[in-house]
């Protein structure tokens, strides 16, 4: 199975799989799938995130902005 989207922590905001990750179903509950990450991270996941086909993995360009902005006082 593949992950839909990036799929972060409710609370911590740890990112634990991005969109095209390969993963594992390891239990099924009524909502909730607990699924293991290729990289060995568990987590619960939606049904509806999840894919039988093959998604290409997305590839994202971001710039920093190194500049920082000087208080006018």
């Not at 799929?7 to 095209?20: D, E, F, L, P, T």
């Not at 390891?26 to 293991?36: A, F, T």
Request: no cysteine; aromatic share 6%.
């Amino acid at each position: 199975m593949y992950l839909n989207t990036e799929i972060k922590g409710a609370a911590s905001r740890k990112v634990y799989g991005v969109r095209g990750d390969k993963v594992a179903i390891l239990d099924n509950n009524i909502e909730m799938l607990l699924v293991l990450h290729e990289s060995g991270e568990k987590f619960h996941i939606q049904k509806e995130l999840l894919s039988h086909e093959f998604i290409p993995k997305e590839i994202k360009h971001e710039t920093k902005n190194e500049s920082k902005s000087k208080k006018r006082v």
